[in-house]
C-alpha cells in the first residue's frame, strides 16, 4: 500500500525500532529520545493514553442495566441486552466475526472474500468511533502508524487478521490470527488458548458450550475485569482474564497501542481507579495474545499456553505421534530424536535446549519420567 509505506519519517534521531506486522509488513520506526537517559520522549504516556480512551468508551454497556454478572450462580452472563448489542454498530460488526474461525489451531484457516470483508467492515465501525481516532493520533505522534485513516486501517487489518501458524515450524498450518487468538480463542491438545473477550464468552456460555467453575472480580469503576476457570467444549482452561462491559474498538485500541508502544510484554497503566497490567505477547512478529491481568493477581496465574517452550513441546509431541513414536522411549534416544530428525525436518526454537523443552512437558503434565530395572530414564508420553 503506497499510502502506508511513505509515512516514514525521514529524520534520522538517536534511536531506531523495527517492528515487523504479520508476514508481509516489516517497517522502521526512528523515534526521538532524551539524550542524557535514553528514554523516548513522548508528549503522552502509554498509561495516560490508555486512561483517555478508557474515559472516551461511550459506547461501553453498563452493569446492572445493560448487563449482569453473576459470579455464584451457574451461569455467568444471566442476562445482556441483545438490542443493545445490536444497536451500537461496532459491537454488531464485531459479532458478526466470531463464527468465522475454526477453534483446533491444527486445522487452517480458509479465509474467504465475505470474511475478509466482515474484518474491513468491523474496522471501518471502529475508526468511526473517538476511541480509535484518539488511538491513531496518539500512534500518528508516536510515529507507530501512518497519518492517514486508509493507511491506518490496512495497518490494523495487517497487525489483526493476517493468518499465521502458532508454531515455528514451516509445514505447520495458517490456523491463527491475533484476532482469532484474542477475542475468539483457540483449542490445542484439550486445553483452551486466548479467549479474551466478555462478548464471546457471553454467546458462548449461552448456547451451552461453556462452563465456568471460578470467578474472581475487580471493578474499575463501572467496568471489571473477570479472571475466571472454564470449561468450552470439553477443553479446560484456567484463570482466563478479561475485560467486561468494554467495547470492541476500545480493547482493539489499547492492546494495539500496548503491542505497538509498551513496555514489552507486560505494560501498567491505571483504569479507572486500579493498576491493571495489559498483557501484550509476540509471538515470531506477530501479536500472540492480549489480556489484562490485575497487578495483584496471584503469581501462579496460569499463562503456560502462551509460553513458547509449551510451543515447541507441544509442537514435539505433534511430530512423534506423526512417525508413531512411543508412547515409551529412552531419554537419551529422545533427546537424539529432537536435536536430529525433528530439528532437521520442522526446525526448532533458536537456542532452545532439550532439557528446558522436557521439563515444560513434565511440569504440564504431558509426560512422566522414571527409571526402569536397568537405570536408564525412560520417557513416557501420557497424552
Not at 470467578?215 to 482466563?240: M, S
Not at 532439557?355 to 513434565?362: A, D, E, G, P
Request: aromatic share 10%; net charge negative.
Amino acid at each position: 500500500n503506497k499510502d502506508f509505506n511513505n509515512w516514514l519519517p525521514t529524520t534520522y534521531y538517536q534511536t531506531e525500532y523495527s517492528i515487523r506486522l504479520g508476514n508481509r509488513l516489516r517497517v522502521r520506526v526512528i523515534r526521538d529520545c532524551d539524550e542524557d537517559r535514553g528514554n523516548v520522549t513522548r508528549k503522552m504516556s502509554v498509561s495516560g493514553i490508555s486512561s483517555k480512551l478508557w474515559n472516551l468508551d461511550r459506547n461501553q454497556l453498563a452493569r446492572g442495566t445493560d448487563y449482569d454478572v453473576d459470579m455464584q450462580g451457574a451461569k455467568l452472563f444471566p442476562f445482556v441486552d441483545e438490542d443493545k448489542l445490536e444497536d451500537i454498530p461496532t459491537f454488531k460488526a464485531f459479532r458478526q466475526l466470531l463464527g468465522n474461525y475454526e477453534p483446533d489451531t491444527n486445522a487452517p484457516e480458509e479465509v474467504k472474500e465475505q470474511e475478509i470483508n466482515e474484518s474491513r467492515a468491523f474496522l471501518n465501525r471502529c475508526l468511526e468511533t473517538d476511541v480509535m481516532k484518539e488511538a491513531h493520533s496518539f500512534l500518528v505522534e508516536e510515529e507507530l502508524a501512518p497519518e492517514s485513516v486508509k493507511g491506518f486501517k490496512e495497518m490494523l487489518y495487517n497487525m489483526w487478521f493476517t493468518p499465521y501458524a502458532r508454531t515455528h515450524n514451516g509445514k505447520a498450518p495458517l490456523s491463527s490470527s491475533a484476532f482469532e487468538h484474542t477475542f475468539v480463542g483457540e483449542t490445542r491438545h484439550g486445553h483452551v488458548i486466548g479467549l479474551h473477550n466478555w462478548v464471546r464468552l457471553y454467546e458462548e456460555e449461552s448456547l451451552g458450550n461453556i462452563q465456568h467453575t471460578g470467578c474472581r472480580c475487580c471493578a474499575c469503576d463501572d467496568r471489571i475485569i473477570l479472571t475466571i476457570d472454564l470449561d468450552w467444549k470439553g477443553d479446560r482452561k484456567n484463570n482466563d482474564s478479561f475485560f467486561v462491559g468494554t467495547s470492541p474498538e476500545f480493547e482493539l485500541a489499547l492492546y494495539t497501542i500496548c503491542y505497538l508502544a509498551g513496555e514489552g510484554e507486560e505494560t501498567d497503566v491505571t483504569l479507572g481507579n486500579e493498576r491493571v497490567t495489559i498483557v501484550t505477547y509476540d509471538l515470531d512478529g506477530h501479536i500472540g495474545s492480549c489480556y489484562p491481568k490485575l497487578q495483584d493477581a496471584e503469581s501462579d496465574e496460569d499463562e503456560s499456553e502462551e509460553d513458547p517452550l509449551v510451543e515447541e513441546g507441544d509442537e514435539f509431541l505433534d511430530y512423534l505421534e506423526d512417525q508413531n513414536i512411543g508412547p515409551e522411549l529412552g531419554k537419551k534416544r529422545l533427546k537424539k530424536i529432537y536435536e536430529g530428525d525433528y530439528t532437521e525436518s520442522c526446525g526448532r526454537r533458536s537456542g532452545t535446549p532439550f532439557s528446558q523443552v522436557l521439563y515444560t512437558l513434565k511440569e504440564d503434565g504431558k509426560v512422566e519420567i522414571y527409571r526402569n530395572n536397568h537405570e536408564v530414564d525412560i520417557v513416557r508420553i501420557l497424552e
